[in-house]
């Protein structure tokens, strides 16, 4: 059973910065696509990056060029968020872009104007 823990979110101001760290555990392999997805209150989930083990990475339009994710090379996962706004309020959770049905608590990051 995998299972993801996400860390690192917290309040921010507009225009300030955070940095997401995700673990996963409960596999031997590695997770070849793994993403952040967030979900705002009264909103759906969604996929906002995700990273392959080739490293090449893949934004939604609405994070490009703000956020940025890496990972290492067995299962964790990084987001560097830079010139955060409002909109970007969620719970912040990471999975394989197929997700496993497990889902971790996820971290909150809230973004005040």
């Known amino acids: 059973q995998v299972q993801f823990v996400e860390s690192g979110g917290g309040l921010v101001q507009s225009g300030g910065s955070l940095r997401l760290s995700c673990s996963a555990s409960g596999t031997p392999f590695r997770i070849y696509n793994m993403g952040w997805y967030r979900q705002a209150p009264g909103k759906q989930r969604e996929l906002v990056a995700n990273i392959a083990l080739n490293n090449n990475p893949n934004y939604a339009d609405n994070v490009k060029g703000r956020f940025t994710i890496s990972r290492d090379n067995k299962n964790t996962v990084y987001l560097q968020m830079n010139n955060l706004k409002p909109e970007d309020t969620a719970v912040y959770y990471c999975?394989?872009?197929?997700?496993?049905?497990?889902w971790g608590q996820g971290t909150q990051v809230t973004v005040s104007s």
């Open positions: 999975n394989a872009v197929r997700p496993y049905n497990d």
